[in-house]
Structure formats: structure tokens, C-alpha cells
């Protein structure tokens, strides 16, 4: 009895085997391209869309004036300086938020269709003062409320990790009260979702008609879900 033999494919000609490595060399060249640009555009494209895009989008969003003294990028991270925050409602003579500088991680791709996803923040003596007008308005709990929305104008994604302060102060004016309270060391780790904490060191509390009350250290820790107190 005669075996059967298994039937074999048809060699593949040549010239077919030829243009199938000649697309898979025109793929990996275009590939290759696009990685190129991407880490030659990566530098331009960040600070270019931080100042022309993020920037105004937050500056609406918040109705705060921001500053920028020079942005630079790479990628994955930027680098902001001088960065100052500012609205109407501020202390007499100082901003908001003063940044000596400010450095963020983000996701490179969504920078090609003009979006920021951010990945981790990082703000370098950071100078807060807060202001509570004697009619009961102050220059924070806006930005506090509006933070909540993960979405800043589609501009802006939070994918953050965690958000740093180092080195930083903190001024508190409450003029209905009368009453300030400086602390000219200030550090924070803010993770979302987790236990974040801010520490305060060498406090003083000033009140009318009281003599100062200080302190070497307060520690607060608490946690937040999107973007709400727990």
C-alpha cells in the first residue's frame, strides 16, 4: 500500500519574497523617521505648547494672570522658571503662588494633538500667600472648586502620581480676623487617592491685641478623591 505524501506548498517566487522585504524596511525606515522627529520636535513642541495652548487655557479657566520666565522640554519633562500666579484678590505686594521653578513629567504622543498629560509635578520654593478679605472672600477656594473637574478645556489631562513642594513658605492674611500666620518653611506631598501631608516649620500666629504664638513643626496628613477632601 502506497503512502500518502503530504501535499507541499509552492516555493515563494523570488520577486515576492523581494517586496515583502522591501516593505518591512520601508515600515521600520518610517518608523524610525517618526521616532527621530519626535525627539527633535520634543524639545519645541512642549514649551511651545505650554506658552501658546496650556497657559492661556489655565489663565481662563482660573482667572489668574501667570507668568513664565523660560520654559524648556525634553520628551517626557519640562522645565518651567520664574513662574508666578496672580489675580486680583491677592495680598498687597505679593502674588498667589511665586515658583523659583517647576518641573513636570508628562506623556510625549498626546503633545502631536495639543494636550498635556501629566504624570508628576514638582515645584521648587514655591512662596504661597492666601488672603481672606474681611467680606469673607479670599484668592483659593476658587481654584480649589474648579480643581475638582479633571479637565482643564481639554488641554490639560491630571494622570498625576503625585505633586511636590520643596523648600517652600506659606503666608496667611485673614483681615476680618485681623489675624496672619507665617511659615517660612513649607513641604508637601500631595498623592491622589493616597495619604498626602504638608508640613509647616517655625510657625507663627499673630493675632490682634495677643502676643505671637509659635511653633517649631505642624504636620498635616489627610487624603483626596477626585479631587475632594477625605
Known amino acids: 500500500m502506497e503512502r500518502m505524501s503530504k501535499p507541499t506548498s509552492p516555493p515563494v517566487p523570488p520577486r515576492r519574497n523581494r517586496r515583502r522585504w522591501i516593505i518591512a524596511g520601508v515600515v521600520l525606515l518610517l518608523l524610525g523617521a517618526l521616532l527621530a522627529t519626535a525627539a527633535i520636535l520634543a524639545p519645541r513642541l512642549g514649551p511651545w505648547l505650554v506658552r501658546t495652548k496650556v497657559i ?20 517626557r519633562s519640562m522645565e518651567l522658571r520664574n513662574v508666578t500666579v496672580s489675580g486680583h484678590k491677592d495680598c498687597v505686594g505679593q502674588p498667589l503662588l511665586r515658583v523659583d521653578r ?39 477656594s476658587d481654584i480649589l472648586k474648579k480643581l475638582q473637574r479633571r479637565r482643564l478645556r481639554q488641554r490639560v ?74
Open 56 to 75: 492661556p487655557a489655565v489663565e481662563k479657566r482660573f482667572n489668574r494672570k501667570i507668568q513664565v520666565g523660560h520654559v524648556s522640554g525634553g520628551m
Open 157 to 230: 489631562r491630571l494622570k498625576l502620581s503625585a505633586i511636590e513642594l520643596r523648600h517652600g513658605s506659606l503666608t496667611v492674611h485673614d483681615d476680618g480676623r485681623r489675624a496672619s500666620l507665617h511659615a517660612p518653611a513649607l513641604t508637601a506631598r500631595l498623592v491622589p487617592g493616597q495619604e498626602s501631608s504638608v508640613t509647616l516649620r517655625h510657625l507663627e500666629l499673630r493675632l490682634p491685641d495677643r502676643a505671637p504664638v509659635r511653633g517649631r513643626e505642624a504636620t498635616v496628613r489627610f487624603r483626596t478623591k477626585a479631587g475632594r477632601l477625605q
Open 102 to 140: 517647576v518641573r513636570l513629567r508628562y506623556d510625549f504622543w498626546p503633545l502631536v494633538s495639543g494636550k498635556l498629560a501629566l504624570r508628576s509635578l514638582v515645584l521648587e520654593r514655591p512662596r504661597i500667600c492666601v488672603r481672606r478679605h474681611a467680606d469673607g472672600t479670599d484668592n483659593l
